[in-house]
């Protein structure tokens, strides 16, 4: 294991020593949506936060999570360590973990250590703490919000859960009766979600031939088979395609596209929920390239997006590693 990736362990506390696999993974995607809406707010776009899941020890139900971050410009970095003395960072650092920022100065030693280990931190305090408790608004980590109620939610109507832990002796252990003490009571005007992006490797199912048609395209994810419907407001890649210059293949083999997909946030019957998708630029079509992507972006599989994980860094699942 990496001497840079720090461990966040969440123990479930059931009768038994398993869970349903959805079930896991939904809590999964959980902690993965506060921990990744946490490093943008603070790290802005400095960093790449990878989360990996290690095999949990014999005997136990705990979920172990690596956490391991990537600069995209290691100077950017040390420098944000240096001279982190902007009210955001310090009102994170100190409201979710009860340290300065200068602490993890000395108590990690590389740069990328240093925020693995924040990280971390940042997400046991925000899954530990009462709402009351939290000195983080939460038009400012929204997602975050969300997915804490999410996973509180999940924990309340598993009736048999009595209790979660988040580090390996339990220090931060919240009972089933304090379950309902994490869900924060949110609006709409409490939250302010914009919109997501990610970039995604997409198979064409079916395209609208039409520029006036108001018609999604429909698509499937290649990394994870996920279906999902988006329209297509590249307007240059749809002159492109309808002019025959680039069409669907005749063949049985897939049309493939890379593009870059908008997901647009509403309230619906009081949940927050993706009510449209739209394809903001075509990056690749099947052999033809017509942009580069940007610089550090990484295709990202549909499904991180969809549960609500930031956009361009790696999702949970894609990578799974042995203790």
């Avoid at 921990?35 to 400095?46: E, R, W």
């Avoid at 619906?268 to 992507?293: A, P």
Wanted: with cysteine.
């Amino acid at each position: 294991m990496s001497d840079e990736i720090e461990i966040l362990q969440v123990h479930f506390e059931v009768p038994y020593h398993y869970l349903p696999i959805r079930e896991f993974y939904n809590y999964s995607l959980d902690v993965e949506r506060i921990a990744k809406d946490i490093s943008s707010k603070v790290f802005h776009n400095v960093v790449n936060l990878e989360i990996v899941v290690f095999a949990p020890e014999k005997g136990s139900l705990r979920g172990k999570y690596g956490f391991k971050i990537t600069a995209l410009s290691a100077a950017s970095l040390g420098a944000f360590f240096m001279g982190m003395d902007t009210d955001i960072p310090k009102r994170f650092f100190y409201g979710l973990t009860g340290h300065e920022p200068s602490y993890y100065a000395e108590v990690a030693g590389s740069d990328i250590r240093k925020g693995s280990l924040a990280i971390v931190d940042m997400t046991r305090g925000f899954l530990s703490k009462n709402i009351n408790e939290i000195q983080v608004k939460p038009n400012e980590i929204p997602r975050a919000y969300i997915a804490k109620n999410d996973f509180y939610g999940r924990c309340l109507r598993n009736q048999e859960m009595s209790g979660v832990g988040f580090d390996c002796d339990d220090h931060s252990h919240v009972g089933r009766d304090d379950f309902s003490s994490k869900i924060a009571i949110l609006s709409k005007k409490d939250l302010g979600l914009d919109p997501e992006y990610g970039i995604h490797k997409l198979k064409v199912v079916a395209s609208v031939n039409t520029l006036i048609s108001e018609a999604q395209w429909k698509f499937q994810d290649v990394q994870t088979r996920r279906s999902i419907r988006a329209y297509m407001k590249d307007k240059a890649f749809m002159e492109r395609f309808l002019g025959g210059n680039h069409p669907l293949k005749l063949h049985q083999e897939d049309d493939v596209v890379v593009a870059l997909v908008e997901y647009v946030w509403d309230f619906v019957n009081g949940e927050m929920k993706i009510v449209r998708r739209n394809i903001l630029k075509v990056y690749e079509f099947n052999d033809s390239v017509f942009e580069e992507l940007p610089k550090g972006s990484i295709i990202a599989a549909v499904d991180g997006i969809q549960s609500g994980a930031s956009a361009g860094q790696a999702s949970l699942l894609d990578g799974i590693s042995q203790a």
